[in-house]
């Protein structure tokens, strides 16, 4: 499975992003999918997570009722639309796809820089 992020950039507080995650290759294989992000000097986190088939979601505490995170399997692409951004969402935001028999793949990464 191969991920391609997109949607990344610099955006004022308050604003709003949306991150695109496009996947190729092993699709059917792939059971859930995610946003990570990670802030300088600290571990990569969870924002959201979507399940492939059924598209149940989960977010952190951090980023519910701002983040939604949604696919389109006819395009085999995840979405991440993220409004009200606050500087402390700032980031480089992956894509993760885990897969039927236990993989995980991860995109290059995109950066999100939100100003004060």
């Known amino acids: 499975v191969q991920l391609v992020e997109s949607g990344g950039g610099l955006v004022q507080a308050g604003g709003s992003l949306r991150l695109s995650c496009a996947a190729s290759g092993r699709i059917f294989s792939i059971n859930a999918m995610g946003w990570y992000r990670q802030a300088p000097g600290k571990q990569r986190d969870l924002v959201a997570a979507?399940?492939?088939?059924?598209?149940?979601?989960d977010y952190a505490d951090s980023v519910k009722g701002r983040f939604t995170i949604s696919r389109d399997k006819s395009k085999n692409t995840m979405y991440l639309q993220m409004n009200s951004l606050k500087p402390e969402d700032t980031a480089v935001y992956y894509c993760n796809a885990y897969t039927a028999d236990t993989y995980e793949y991860w995109g290059q990464g995109t950066q999100v820089t939100v100003s004060s």
């Open positions: 979507i399940t492939w088939g059924v598209g149940s979601t």
